[in-house]
C-alpha cells in the first residue's frame, strides 16, 4: 500500500500541553498534508507541505517533513479541548491522487 | 456556497440491490474524488475524476462505477451490493493537478449499511 501510516494511533493529553503526532510513508511524494475528522464528520484540511519545504505553520500547527526518512509530523501547540478528533495524513505522488493514513485519535482532556 | 453535497445521508440495503450515490460542488472544482472509510481506519481511494469526461481507478474500485455527469456532479454506483460494502463513503473536490491547490474539501459523508 502507499498510504502513510500515523503514530500514535491514539493520543490522550491535558488542555494546554502540547500534541505531536507522525506520518511515515513509502515511496517520494509531491506533497503531504494533514487533516482532521471530528467524529462521524468530513474530514477538514489543516495545511499542505511540498516535497521541497521542511517546516510549515499555521496558528498552533506546526508541520515538519524530513524526505530522506520519509516521514512528517504534526505538533498542536496549547491544545484544546475543541481539538479533540482523528488527524490524517495524506500523501500525494501525482498531483491527482492521495493516500490516507489510518489516523491518529486525539483526546485532549479538559 | 453549500461547497460538496452528498446525498443520501444514510441508507440501509439488502444484499444484491443496487444505488447510486450523488455528490455535487459548487467551488467549481475540475478533480473529484470517492473515498470509503470503514471503523477505526482511514480513507481508501475508490474512484476518482481529474476532469469533467474522465475517470480513474483507484486503491479499492472493485463492485463500484462511477459517472461524471458534469462539472459539478460525480455520482458512485453499487450494482450489486454486498455486506463488505458496508462503510461510510465519502466525496471530495478539488483543483488538484495544479500545484498550490491540491487541498481537498469533503462532504458529510453518506452512512450505507448493507444487510
Known amino acids: 500500500s502507499q498510504q502513510g501510516e500515523e503514530d500514535p494511533q491514539a493520543l490522550s493529553i491535558q488542555e494546554g500541553e502540547n500534541a505531536t503526532m507522525n506520518c511515515s510513508y513509502k515511496?517520494?511524494?509531491?506533497?503531504l498534508q494533514w487533516y482532521r475528522q471530528n467524529s462521524g464528520r468530513g474530514l477538514v484540511h489543516l495545511i499542505l507541505?511540498?516535497?521541497?519545504?521542511r517546516e510549515k505553520h499555521s496558528g498552533r500547527l506546526r508541520v515538519t517533513l524530513d524526505t530522506s526518512k520519509k516521514s512528517s509530523s504534526l505538533l498542536i501547540t496549547a491544545s484544546r479541548a475543541a481539538d479533540t478528533a482523528s488527524y490524517f495524513c495524506?500523501?500525494?505522488?501525482?498531483?491527482?491522487?492521495?493516500?490516507f493514513g489510518s489516523g491518529t485519535k486525539l483526546n485532549v482532556k479538559p | 456556497n453549500a461547497g460538496v453535497t452528498q446525498t443520501p445521508k444514510f441508507q440501509v440495503l439488502k444484499t444484491g440491490q443496487s444505488m447510486t450515490l450523488q455528490c455535487a460542488q459548487d467551488?467549481?472544482?475540475?478533480?473529484m474524488y470517492w473515498y470509503r472509510q470503514d471503523p477505526g481506519m482511514g480513507l481508501r481511494l475508490i474512484y476518482y475524476?481529474?476532469?469533467?469526461?474522465?475517470?480513474d481507478k483507484g486503491e479499492v474500485p472493485n463492485g463500484y462505477n462511477v459517472s461524471r455527469l458534469n462539472k459539478r456532479e460525480f455520482s458512485l454506483r453499487l450494482e450489486s451490493a454486498a455486506p463488505s460494502q458496508t462503510s461510510v463513503y465519502f466525496c471530495?473536490?478539488?483543483?488538484?493537478?495544479?500545484?498550490?491547490?491540491?487541498?481537498?474539501?469533503f462532504g458529510p459523508g453518506t452512512r450505507l449499511l448493507v444487510l
Open positions: 507541505i511540498r516535497s521541497n519545504e
Open positions: 471530495a473536490s478539488s483543483e488538484a493537478g495544479t500545484s498550490g491547490k491540491e487541498t481537498q474539501y
Open positions: 515511496t517520494s511524494i509531491n506533497n
Open positions: 495524506a500523501t500525494s505522488y501525482n498531483f491527482n491522487k492521495f493516500y
Open positions: 475524476s481529474a476532469s469533467e469526461g474522465t475517470t
Open positions: 467551488m467549481n472544482h475540475n478533480s
